[in-house]
């Protein structure tokens, strides 16, 4: 089964910066998509940033601009480089994959178990 490994994340305080990592025990081209979520408390799950397997990205809103998300083919692992985090960023937050596959009943979804991310004002 797909394992996504997590790392990165703790505390940091109002306009610092983290990052984090996800390594998946498989190849990174095995996925259409790849990313993080996030779920704050008394919060639904939000979709934080994508990269797609050919390099195009999704953020949300309330990221764009201070995240980046990124590859790195050598060492199999999507990047999330958060800078100027408020607040409001703390959560916990989930690596996400989908799997590619020719038909879409079988883009299984796989999820990290979550790290957590705190910011201080």
């Known amino acids: 089964q797909v394992q996504l490994v997590e790392s990165g994340g703790g505390l940091v305080q109002a306009g610092g910066s983290l990052r984090l990592s996800c390594t998946p025990s498989?190849?990174?081209?095995?996925?259409?998509?790849t990313g993080w979520y996030r779920q704050a408390a008394g919060k639904q799950r939000e979709l934080v940033a994508t990269v797609s397997k050919y390099g195009s990205t999704v953020y949300s809103d309330s990221v764009r601009g201070r995240f980046t998300i990124s590859k790195d083919n050598s060492k199999n692992t999507v990047n999330l480089q958060m800078n100027g985090l408020e607040p409001e960023d703390t959560a916990v937050y989930y690596c996400?994959?989908?799997?590619?596959?020719?038909?879409?009943?079988?883009?299984?979804?796989?999820w990290g178990q979550g790290i957590q991310v705190t910011v201080s004002s």
């Open positions: 996400y994959a989908k799997r590619e596959a020719l038909n879409p009943k079988y883009e299984y979804d796989y």
């Open positions: 498989g190849s990174l081209f095995n996925f259409k998509t």
